[in-house]
């Protein structure tokens, strides 16, 4: 899975690359941030987080595959943005896989890194045989990302009520899928 190099509105070249074991501090750093910044858009709390250690994080980046991976996109190397995949391994589900953990620094949003970053995700899940829908989940009331999503080609299909409840408070999720395969037609 190579390197992609995407540029920023303000005209910034960005990379766009696999995180490595190298990168597991810099990883820790972004996804606690993303978790402690914006607890309703992901599924899993700081504390539970904050279990992994970074020995934890460099093992499994070691361990990433085409199949099971985490995109980054760096500003002169700086993590500022990431997204994580994987495919579904049991063999009636294998032609499905999961977008998760899709995250951009505050100071770079509004700057095309996302689109950059699950852009060459994409590109590298279609890669992939037999792969054929990916999905993921989105909070209702998360307009930046239902858009994001969208664009690049995602449907909603159902509305989960009250799939996390962060604070007392409980937030619906839109679950979302793109047909890999428009051959056989999109949702
Ligand atoms: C959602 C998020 C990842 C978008 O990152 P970003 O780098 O700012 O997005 P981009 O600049 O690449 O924008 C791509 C598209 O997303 C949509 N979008 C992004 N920010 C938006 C906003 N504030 N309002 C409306 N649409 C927005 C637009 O369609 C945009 O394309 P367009 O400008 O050509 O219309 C970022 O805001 C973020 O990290 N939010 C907090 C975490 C989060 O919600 N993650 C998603 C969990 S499911």
């Known amino acids: 899975m190579g390197t992609a190099i995407g540029r920023?509105?303000?005209?910034?070249?960005?990379?766009?690359?696999?995180?490595?074991?190298?990168?597991?501090?810099?990883?820790?750093?972004?996804?606690?941030?993303?978790?402690?910044?914006?607890?309703a858009s992901f599924g899993e709390s700081v504390a539970e987080f904050l279990q992994l250690s970074s020995n934890a994080i460099a093992e499994r980046l070691g361990e990433s595959s085409n199949e099971n991976f985490i995109f980054g996109a760096f500003d002169a190397g700086s993590l500022i943005g990431m997204a994580g995949f994987?495919?579904?391994?049991?063999?009636?589900?294998?032609?499905?896989?999961?977008?998760?953990?899709?995250y951009v620094t505050t100071r770079y949003r509004g700057q095309g890194v996302a689109r950059a970053i699950m852009s060459a995700l994409l590109e590298a899940v279609?890669?992939?045989?037999?792969?054929?829908?990916?999905?993921?989940?989105?909070?209702?009331?998360?307009?930046?990302?239902?858009?994001?999503?969208?664009?690049?080609?995602?449907?909603?299909?159902?509305?989960?009520?009250?799939?996390?409840?962060?604070?007392?408070?409980?937030?619906d999720e839109e679950h979302m899928v793109l047909f890999t395969d428009p051959a056989r037609g999109g949702v």
């Not at 303000?10 to 990168?23: H, Q």
């Not at 063999?91 to 896989?97: I, L, P, V």
Request: proline content about 3%.
């Open 86 to 102: 994987f495919r579904e391994q049991r063999e009636k589900r294998r032609h499905k896989g999961t977008v998760w953990g899709v």
């Open 126 to 171: 279609r890669e992939l045989p037999g792969l054929a829908c990916v999905y993921l989940t989105v909070t209702s009331s998360n307009a930046a990302a239902r858009k994001l999503y969208r664009r690049l080609g995602f449907r909603g299909f159902g509305i989960e009520p009250r799939a996390l409840a962060v604070n007392g408070e409980f937030f």
């Open 8 to 39: 920023t509105r303000s005209d910034s070249l960005i990379e766009v690359r696999r995180l490595r074991e190298g990168d597991a501090g810099a990883m820790r750093e972004l996804r606690r941030e993303a978790l402690e910044r914006e607890p």
